[in-house]
Nanobody
Framework: QVQLVESGGGLVQAGDSLRLSCAASGRTFNKYTMGWFRQAPGKEREFAAAITWSGASTDYTDSVKDRFTISRDNAKNMVFLQMNSLKPEDTAVYYC????????????????????WGQGAQVTVSS
């Protein structure tokens, strides 16, 4: 499995942009579909975005489509979440996640099949 460390969280105003980064350890990183989840105060953790092991396909929850972009750099073992037009309701702890199995599909990780979690990065959007 891979180990994950997020960075890039912070406090921003509504309408601003922020980019989260996730550094992964392990030589097999490029075999894992990766995702970003988020947990708002008092709510359950929810799926936000995912990208296949090759980077060829992505998936987003409806509330972030057209505002967030997930990407990866397999040469650097990194996954990114570019967040634009941020809203107060995007306030949450954001977690990087790796699929439980190699070469997994987007729908499985979106449904919570997770092998590794990062420690989380706080994103706060003020109105």
């Amino acid at each position: 499995q891979v180990q994950l460390v997020e960075s890039g969280g912070g406090l921003v105003q509504a309408g601003d942009s922020l980019r989260l980064s996730c550094a992964a350890s392990g030589r097999t990183f490029n075999k894992y579909t990766m995702g970003w989840f988020r947990q708002a105060p008092g709510k359950e953790r929810e799926f936000a975005a995912a990208i296949t092991w090759s980077g060829a396909s992505t998936d987003y929850t409806d509330s972030v489509k057209d505002r967030f972009t997930i990407s990866r750099d397999n040469a650097k073992n990194m996954v990114f979440l570019q967040m634009n037009s941020l809203k107060p309701e995007d306030t949450a702890v954001y977690y990087c996640a790796a699929d439980l199995v190699v070469y997994g599909s987007l729908d499985k990780i979106a449904r919570g099949r997770i092998g590794s979690w990062g420690q989380g990065a706080q994103v706060t959007v003020s109105s």
